[in-house]
């Protein structure tokens, strides 16, 4: 007779590697494609979301760290120039690092919080604060 540890391990070794979640926040990943001369990015808005921050504060930094004039429409973001996906993404994934993460436990509880001397990110996890730049 089987033990339940060793049922609960032959059940845990059934399971399909891609159910199995590792962590509860991903990077997400920009999706988009090259219209002429421009780059359109059809999932921006859902980056927001899942980056919980301001669409503004979030564009000025993506805007300039790209060296590109853009335009929101709506869920999408029009870039002025072309852009390849794994460079757009790269940027977003510095963001999350600097502005998203935190430093100490590394969950995205985090806030950006302006006091007198500047923002700070706040984690609301572990309660670590550490001071940005904006």
Do not use: W
């Amino acid at each position: 007779m089987k033990t339940y540890e060793q049922m609960l391990d032959e059940g845990i070794k059934l399971i399909p590697k891609e159910f199995i979640v590792t962590s509860r926040f991903e990077i997400p990943k920009a999706k988009g494609h090259i219209q002429g001369n421009k780059t359109v990015i059809i999932n921006f808005a859902q980056i927001i979301g899942d980056l919980r921050r301001e669409k503004d504060h979030f564009l000025k930094y993506l805007l300039k760290e790209l060296a590109t004039p853009g335009i929101f429409d709506g869920p999408r973001l029009v870039l002025g120039r072309k852009v390849s996906a794994s460079f757009i993404n790269d940027k977003i994934k510095v963001y999350t690092e600097t502005f998203v993460l935190c430093n100490e436990c590394g969950k995205p509880d985090t806030q950006i919080v302006k006091k007198d001397d500047g923002s700070y990110l706040k984690c609301g996890a572990c309660g670590a604060q550490r001071k940005i730049k904006i």
